[in-house]
């Protein structure tokens, strides 16, 4: 009995091990979009104590928590402080009122945030007897002779100790790493695998490399350095099986690289010739890294980030001699750089610390003087590859002495930066992914300051004492900071992951906390259960709940002072009633916290119009980019654009298809087609007739799109019917077996007939009309796939089309419907569930990439490429003939990729890789489909954290009314080593002068005329009291006020077409002229657009032509007209 208990016991502790390991992907996919499933399943026996739990504290464990580790033990030895709620968010000012534990106060609001992570407390000192108990150990606040025993302890030990310290002091920042003496991060990069299709691979006279081209049509992203593996060639099978080979050389567009040949590979080439085929992919290597320990560290630090260059020593941004004698060396930015004046200004304040036992008190001259004093002194003994030159110029001194009268400052957006930075560390040390920082990181952002520095009254500590919560902030900006915060009516569109972190930030620095201020929040979702890995306001209880109401309820429990207002309108054309004049023009600011880009340029093109500063940012995985957008100053945010992604050609993706991708792209698009668009067709059959396909044509659609929602295309089909004939006659299924049965038949058309049909119009030995063999690369020759019920994925598609026909048709589903076995016996038994035979004919014509050889292989088939109309009206009267039972509507089934219950994914993932199958493609499990079909785009908290953090900072610049030298956009990577992050200063806006430019339109250079002469996009030509105003009375307005000619002016109609209402130039035109010229202005656009305007203030006349009085081309400002 005994044993039998032990043994119950150890199933029993087997188990929990086992679902502790288990990730939830509906809750983590964005999350397992960056890692992979791998990885978070390393997170999962991460065990991290964090020591220190004040404002950048919270933030760590907030993203730690939410990165779904295994356990954290939050570590704390102070009470909670009314100064403390200005940056620790999860306590409150009765935490504070009663001095209770910074780590206790917070923990179950921590562990709210993921229930999976196991959130424990401890108080009282540092538990150094227990520190094998962790896998990570993160220091805030601590004492660098604490630190150094702390590090040396963790790096000793016999499975090595990560160990991070990190601090925020005022406008400053630092992280120090030690992963121990070798660390080893599998992949130092993170990105996707590279690879490409072999053309032709020779061999060098020497033997010692090879030469590999690759099919034009594929972007080739290899590097130099890189490692490569070898499949499908024949000719040289010897590469197929040899694994990792390194890069030598590419070049010629990345179309043509040099891969080096090992001694032990080369005989087995020898006499090789290739034939054909090839995959040539990316094997990523593993980078052992050696860390360094604190102390070494502090002596010497080594190789630092540079994140702003412009802030280096005059010497090195004037490139002086003496710094191009380092350049290229650790010793650069150590010597020359921000980040090695940072090291040397913490190690003087660790000094201080040292010798005072507490941090320079805020705005305190004498101490920070004496900070200065202290860290010549270092610096004086440092050897000469550590020592910071150029101290004794009065701005690098200053940079010192700033960091003393902030010291004892956490503001929240450095906590939200370093917070996100640290955070990542913690997960690259638990997972052996990304380059983790090696060894330290600095930033600042003194550029926030005002540039007549802060009144030494507003930073006093009477002043600060008053400020309340808002102490830190007054202690580094002074109380009129504080005021200008308060006041603010700020616009927050977007409260999803961003959004989130966006209003903990305003309630921390008391955005909109008084009166005269407004914080509006829009956002029209709700939540779903993958937003609770980021979106760190939202709990399960919210799902299904308006973002823009929950998170404002949640953060209101932050800062109750907070005057936010939640909406739940999608900021758009369509809700200019909403956002109306008054509206915008009541702004102070608009931050952008949106995920499309489409919204993005919506909202930019507003704040352009209404001269608003936007903030904008954006992530993607463990990379993001923060751009400001001010008026007068900078570009705006549609100015430059990422280039669209590139798409496979859709004879590709029908046909011909090379990769996962295009598999996947068909796949998701036959669902659209059979379960959305369909039914939604068959509907409007039902209701409408043949006016629905009257309408068609009368909309533009070719004869072939419209027979193919009437009964399919014969291409695609392949031995069934499509469209609304395969719902209303060919397969209208009326019982469950009879949605299995059409389930079989689609197997059958998609993955055998489909290929059948096209290898009897291209036969192995198929060649072009040059002779080359048609299946080249990138062509794949395919295969047939026979069904096979004993073959998971093959059950796996009739499962899912079976019970998604049923949901579409209405018809009722067994509690058996999930039941391979059950949908296996009806296969084999079922009359309802019979394949049909196919044969491949010669009058189906498939299109390749060319189509000159297409209209070839038409003519010699005798197969015409267009429909006739009499076949649309043969397709017409067979449906009107169809015999549909009373009441029958079939349902849409719209695309949601986040329900594994709703069979989407499963027959997304299993279509995919049956094709893939077909063509020898590599197939990918559900869970990667769902990333690539859904595109789902990667997102975690740590980068989110830190993207608005640095949104953030640039809030404190715009209200102390900073030049546009000291604003800065971010990029950054945290995946990459430093991190990688850049600061620059935002692109200014172009100013538009007379002279000659480059018209790309009409591909040529033009002489134009600027009006007002070096106008920018934020300028306006506004017309006033245009309400009563004829378009006569406009062109006067212009030539009298202006010395402006209109010569063209069309208005935008509802449908987005130009409609002209002016034209001085075409002759056409003169009777429309004639009748136009004395309309009102507001007669005219309401009766061209459909849109009263009687409550629009300004109206901006988007396409309005002008010359000068000589007849010289002009380049105006927009034009506005005040109603």
Request: overall charge negative; glycine content about 6%.
């Amino acid at each position: 009995a005994i044993q039998g208990s032990s043994s119950n016991a150890a199933t029993q502790t087997a188990r929990a091990m086992a679902a502790s390991m288990t990730i939830d992907e509906d809750l983590q996919s964005r999350q397992m979009a960056v890692y992979g499933r791998e990885s978070m399943q390393r997170l999962r026996s991460a065990h991290v104590l964090i020591t220190g739990i004040n404002g950048l504290g919270a933030e760590l464990a907030k993203n730690i928590v939410l990165a779904n580790v295994g356990s954290v033990t939050l570590h704390d030895m102070h009470g909670a402080t009314v100064r403390d709620c200005g940056s620790h968010f999860y306590l409150s000012m009765d935490d504070a009122a009663k001095g209770t534990n910074r780590a206790a106060a917070c923990a179950a609001q921590i562990q709210e945030l993921n229930p999976g992570v196991a959130v424990k407390v401890l108080d009282g000192p540092f538990p150094v007897d227990r520190l094998q108990e962790w896998t990570v150990v993160v220091a805030v606040g601590m004492p660098l002779a604490e630190a150094i025993e702390i590090d040396q302890i963790c790096r000793t030990a016999s499975n090595p100790i990560a160990f991070i310290r990190t601090d925020v002091r005022g406008l400053c920042g630092s992280v120090f790493v030690d992963l121990g003496p070798s660390f080893t991060t599998l992949d130092p990069s993170g990105e996707s695998v590279k690879s490409a299709i072999v053309e032709h691979i020779s061999v060098s006279d020497d033997g010692k490399c090879l030469r590999v081209g690759t099919v034009d049509d594929e972007p080739l992203d290899f590097d130099d350095g890189d490692y490569c593996s070898f499949a499908e060639v024949k000719g040289m099978e010897a590469l197929n099986a040899y694994g990792a080979l390194k890069i030598n050389e590419v070049f010629r567009g990345k179309k043509l690289m040099v891969v080096a040949v090992p001694e032990e590979l080369a005989p087995s080439l020898a006499g090789q010739a290739f034939e054909s085929g090839g995959i040539i992919k990316e094997q990523r290597q593993p980078l052992t890294l050696a860390f360094r320990s604190l102390q070494e560290f502090v002596n010497q630090p080594g190789d630092l980030w540079e994140a702003d260059e412009s802030k280096m020593a005059p010497a090195a941004t004037a490139f002086e001699e003496e710094f191009l004698s380092v350049m290229g060396s650790p010793a650069a930015n150590v010597c020359y750089g921000r980040s090695g004046l940072l090291h040397l200004g913490f190690r003087a304040l660790d000094e201080y610390v040292s010798s005072h036992g507490a941090l320079p008190p805020p705005a305190d001259a004498a101490a920070a003087d004496e900070l200065v004093e202290i860290a010549k002194r270092i610096n004086a003994a440092s050897p000469p590859e550590a020592a910071v030159r150029q101290l004794e110029l009065p701005a690098r001194a200053g940079v010192l002495r700033q960091l003393a009268l902030g010291a004892a400052a956490v503001l929240p957006p450095m906590s939200a930066i370093f917070g996100g930075i640290v955070g990542q560390e913690v997960i690259k040390a638990a997972v052996h992914k990304f380059y983790p920082i090696h060894q330290g990181f600095y930033l600042d952002s003194f550029d926030c300051l005002p540039e007549g520095g802060v009144p030494v009254d507003e930073c006093s500590t009477a002043a600060i004492a008053d400020a309340g919560r808002y102490g830190d902030q007054v202690a580094v900006f002074g109380t009129s900071m504080v005021e200008k915060l308060q006041r603010l009516n700020v616009f927050l569109v977007g409260s999803g992951a961003l959004g989130c972190e966006f209003l903990k930030g305003f309630a921390m620095m008391g955005v909109s906390c008084a009166d005269g201020g407004q914080l509006t929040v829009t956002d029209d979702d709700v939540i779903e259960k993958s937003n609770l890995s980021r979106q760190f306001l939202f709990r399960n209880h919210n799902v299904g709940q308006s973002k823009s109401l929950s998170a404002v309820n949640a953060v209101a429990l932050m800062n109750q002072d907070l005057r936010a207002k939640p909406l739940q309108d999608r900021v758009s054309p369509q809700t200019e009633g909403v956002f109306n004049v008054p509206f915008w023009q009541s702004l102070d600011v608009v931050v952008n916290a949106l995920d499309n880009v489409k919204a993005r340029l919506y909202v930019d093109e507003r704040c352009v119009f209404f001269e608003k500063p936007l903030l904008e940012s954006g992530t993607l995985g463990t990379k993001c980019n923060t751009q400001m957008v001010l008026p007068h100053m900078t570009e705006n945010y549609g100015a430059s654009q990422d280039p669209p992604e590139k798409e496979a050609p859709q004879c590709a993706v029908h046909n011909f298809p090379h990769n996962i991708d295009q598999c996947l792209v068909l796949a998701h698009s036959e669902f659209v087609g059979n379960f959305d668009t369909t039914p939604r067709d068959v509907l409007e059959f039902l209701a409408k007739g043949k006016e629905w396909v009257i309408a068609l044509e009368r909309a533009g659609e070719s004869t072939s799109a419209i027979l193919d929602k009437l009964r399919g295309d014969p291409r695609v089909c392949c031995g069934m019917a499509g469209g609304c004939e395969d719902v209303l006659i060919a397969e209208r299924s009326s019982t469950f077996e009879e949605c299995v049965g059409w389930a079989r038949r689609k197997f059958d058309s998609y993955f055998r007939n489909r290929i059948e049909q096209l290898l009897h119009n291209f036969p192995p030995t198929a060649t072009t009309s040059q002779g080359v063999p048609f299946w080249s690369p990138p062509k794949r020759l395919p295969k047939t796939i026979h069904f096979d019920a004993k073959d998971p994925l093959h059950m796996q598609f009739i499962i899912s089309a079976a019970n998604l026909r049923a949901f579409m048709l209405g018809v009722p589903t067994p509690a058996t419907c999930r039941d391979a076995a059950f949908i296996g016996a009806m296969l084999e038994s079922s009359a309802a569930c019979r394949p049909r035979a196919f044969t491949p004919t010669d009058d189906v014509s498939i299109e390749t990439d060319n189509k000159e050889e297409d209209a070839r292989r038409r003519a010699a088939a005798g197969a015409s490429p267009e429909k006739d109309a009499a076949d649309v009206e043969a397709a017409v009267d067979k449906l009107l003939n169809a015999q549909v039972p009373a009441g029958f509507s079939p349902k849409p089934n719209e695309f949601e990729k986040d329900d594994d219950a709703n069979f989407h994914m499963d027959f997304i993932s299993s279509f995919g890789n049956l094709r893939a199958r077909n063509y020898s493609i590599e197939e990918i499990d559900k869970f990667q489909a769902k990333i690539k079909a859904g595109r789902i785009i990667p997102a975690i908290a740590t980068t989110t954290a830190m993207a608005t953090g640095f949104v953030l900072l640039e809030l404190y610049k715009q209200l102390n009314a900073l030049p546009l030298e000291a604003r800065r956009n971010a990029f950054a990577n945290l995946s990459l080593p430093g991190p990688r992050i850049l600061l620059t200063e935002p692109a200014p806006c172009a100013k538009i002068k007379s002279g000659q430019r480059w018209d790309p339109e009409m591909y040529m250079d033009v002489d134009e005329v600027a009006y007002p002469e070096g106008h920018t996009l934020w300028d306006k030509l506004l017309v006033p009291n245009a309400a009563q105003m004829t378009l006569a009375g406009l062109l006067d307005f212009f030539k009298s006020t202006h010395s402006l000619l209109v010569t063209e002016l069309a208005l935008v109609t509802a449908d987005g077409k130009n409609a002209s209402i002016y034209s001085a130039t075409l002759p056409t035109m003169a009777p429309k002229n004639e009748a136009n010229l004395p309309k009102r202005l507001a007669e005219l656009i309401e009766e061209k657009t459909g849109r009263s305007i009687a409550s629009c203030a300004l109206y901006p006349l988007n396409h309005i032509i002008f010359t000068t009085l000589d007849g010289d081309d002009v380049t105006a400002a927009k034009v506005v007209l005040q109603m």
